[in-house]
């Protein structure tokens, strides 16, 4: 599956750096997931559970508070009050 580079930060400092195949999270509009190659926009996020898949097929999840997505063309960035990792 192809790749997009992932970051995720909060005021602690940054959580994740890398690749990934796809995030899956709430938007203030619902549920949504980014892939490689989707469409540029930014989104509010509401407090929820995050998915991320890994290239290697490993699945981590986390509890985030509100935030902000934004997706480009080179980069995915989320940034978040609070990100704690599930597993």
């Known amino acids: 599956m192809k790749t997009f ?4 930060s909060s005021p602690d400092g ?8 796809k995030i899956s ?9 980014v892939m490689a190659g ?3 926009f930014v989104t509010s996020v509401v407090p929820c559970k995050c998915k991320i898949e890994l290239d290697n097929e490993t699945v981590k999840t986390a509890s985030l508070e509100a935030g902000l997505l934004s997706v480009s063309s080179d980069i995915v960035i989320l940034l ?5 990792w599930d597993n």
């Open 5 to 8: 580079k992932l970051k995720i």
């Open 80 to 84: 978040s009050g609070s990100f704690n």
């Open 38 to 40: 989707h469409i540029p």
């Open 25 to 33: 999270l709430r938007g203030t509009e619902g549920e949504l997931a």
């Open 14 to 21: 940054d959580i994740f750096n890398g690749d990934a195949v």
